[in-house]
């Protein structure tokens, strides 16, 4: 099913399946430049799934767990995780599941539940990019995790096939990179505004010293949220930014 969707060049081309790895991002990582080139990777499930900033990102089983290698010159890397979230977020769409929006910097939520998340780690002019969609796992899961703000597909209601699902993640992906790279990052940046869900909404973001809320306002061309807060504009660039919900700040 994978090799079925997949409509790319190289990315994905070369597609490694694994029963269980520690990190499927930590594989890329692990391979020498050339044998990067067009290379995926999956895993059933990994015992060391890695979130942003050190966090553990929960890979018992029954979720994609997926991650390519991209080779591209250095100024491209920062903008991965803009690029990768909106592959996503549309790869979700044309696989009929409705409702996918991004919250800044690039989770992909549904009904205000996070049902996919995204690490990109760069070295030189190469990144693994990895990517964890929940599929299968039940409600029961997420409780039994304390994850109350996560959800599967499958609690949404959608039988998702996953390896289709990643054969259109990287087709997707390989076009949004492809933008970047042809100097149409602009055109991205559009696309990636109208799908983010922080965009309009309130936000808290949690600084080292200090914990800010107030409406984000913009994507800017670094990539940056911009919020107006009642102390005047801010431009964040990383760390945690909350989205306002009906249930609180997620
Ligand atoms: C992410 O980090 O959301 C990036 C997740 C990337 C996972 C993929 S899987 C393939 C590849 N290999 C890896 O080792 N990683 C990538 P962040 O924004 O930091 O969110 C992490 C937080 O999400 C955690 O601290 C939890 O609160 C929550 N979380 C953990 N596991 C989750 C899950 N399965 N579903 C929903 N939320 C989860």
Do not use: H
């Not at 190289?10 to 597609?15: K, P």
């Not at 431009?235 to 989205?243: A, C, F, N, Y």
């Amino acid at each position: 099913m994978y090799f079925s969707v997949l409509d790319t060049k190289t990315l994905g081309q070369n597609f490694l399946l694994l029963e269980e790895t520690d990190s499927t991002n930590a594989c890329i990582k692990r391979t020498q430049l050339e044998e990067a080139q067009g290379l995926a990777v999956a895993a059933l499930r990994q015992s060391a799934g890695r979130g942003r900033l050190g966090r553990v990102w929960e890979s018992e089983g029954d979720g994609l767990y997926l991650s390519f290698a991209v080779i591209t010159a250095a100024e491209n890397l920062t903008k991965l995780p803009l690029a990768t979230a909106v592959a996503a977020a549309k790869a979700l769409e044309d696989a009929g599941i409705n409702g996918a929006g991004i919250k800044w910097p690039n989770d992909i939520l549904i009904s205000d539940k996070k049902i996919a998340g995204i690490l990109c780690q760069a070295w030189g002019n190469k990144a693994a990019v990895g990517i964890g969609v929940n599929i299968g796992q039940s409600a029961g899961f997420f409780e039994n995790m304390g994850l109350p703000n996560g959800a599967s597909l499958a609690m949404l209601g959608y039988k998702t096939d996953m390896w289709m699902l990643a054969g259109r993640i990287i087709t997707n992906a390989e076009r949004c990179i492809s933008l970047i790279e042809s100097g149409n990052y602009d055109f991205l940046l559009k696309k990636y505004r109208r799908l983010c869900l922080s965009l309009g909404s309130k936000v808290e973001a949690i600084g080292v010293a200090e914990t800010v809320r107030g409406i984000a306002t913009d994507v800017d061309e670094s990539g940056r949220l911009v919020i107006d807060t009642p102390k005047g504009r801010i431009s964040v660039d990383s760390g945690e930014v909350k989205l306002r919900t009906p249930q609180g700040y997620i």
